[in-house]
């Protein structure tokens, strides 16, 4: 597979817009000016991997999300889902979020493997 700078700006474009934040915003987060930001975005300029790895923190993002496109779901939703099959009241309810949460797991491991 090879990189398309292009895309990967798009996808960070993407999740900052998604979050409301301004290139400004975001900028300041990982410590970059905000021309260099647009750059990134627009594919034109390449950034270092201590760059890419502020801008994936900033933006709570994995790597292969903004790189591939490839999402994976954070431990965050994982907890949720399984707080939230903890506290179900009917079984049915528990029944369906422990399948939704081992459906999610496989997904996420059969992208790994791809």
Request: proline share 2%.
């Amino acid at each position: 597979m090879e990189l398309d700078y292009g895309k990967v700006g798009m996808r960070i474009r993407q999740v900052r817009k998604a979050k409301g934040w301004s290139q400004d915003e975001l900028a300041k987060k990982c410590g970059i000016s905000m021309s260099f930001l647009g750059h990134i975005e627009r594919g034109t300029r390449i950034m270092s991997l201590e760059t890419f790895t502020g801008i994936c923190k900033a933006l709570d993002t994995g790597a292969d999300e903004l790189l591939w496109g490839v999402p994976h779901p954070s431990d965050a939703v994982l907890d949720l889902l399984y707080q939230k099959e903890k506290n179900a009241d009917e079984k049915k309810e528990t029944d369906s979020y422990s399948m939704y949460v081992r459906i999610m797991k496989s997904v996420a491991e059969i992208m790994n493997e791809v």
